[in-house]
């Protein structure tokens, strides 16, 4: 009966593939990596001032990052929503492929129109090479008009976009100046957050 042979094993040359002096980094089970410290919590950079100027107050977002600040003005008492654009992929528009909003305070325009006047506060993000006030004036007809209004506007010329809200019955907001202390901006363009409040009827009138 002839004898079969085992083969020997091969033996696999780390040395072709890991350079010299190499050793493995074992990986640490799944109960470690669940217990390890989580990444720490970045609040959005517009929280801190809206809440220092405004407070907790009830308030709509238009554009920009407004799930993130929708995220942190919640917890700290304010009934914020937030203005969605998208198509959620409901009713005649399932078949379109629609994406489901990234937050449950996200409404859409015929929405907020059946809320129109409830809110304090509009926060809008006005991109460079756009019309700030020719957008708010449609934006108006869906939330009614505001106490207070904060654009986003950087780079936008103060004058020409000041004048106009002036002439609509804005002011620069007063708790501005009592956080900076100094009630007129330096500069002649918009910067990240500009704050205006909706000059009293009394007032306008006198």
Known sequence: MACIRK???TKIRTEAYFPP???PIAVPPESVLATSRPVPFMPHPWTERLLRVLGPTRLLLAGGDTASLLADLLPAGCDAYAIWLGNTGKGADDN??????PHQRYRQLPEILTMAGSFDTLIVEAKTGTEPLAALQQLFQYTGMPLNLVLAAWGHER?????GLFLLGWRRHPGVAAISG????????????????????HAMAG
């Not at 004058?159 to 004048?163: A, M, P, T």
């Not at 100094?182 to 009827?201: K, N």
């Open 182 to 201: 100094s009630p007129t901006p330096a500069t002649d363009l918009m910067g990240e957050l500009s704050f205006y409040q909706r000059v009293p009827s």
């Open 96 to 101: 379109a492929g629609g994406a489901a909003p």
């Open 159 to 163: 004058r020409k976009l000041e004048s």
């Open 21 to 23: 002096g190499f050793r």
């Open 7 to 9: 083969r020997p094993a």
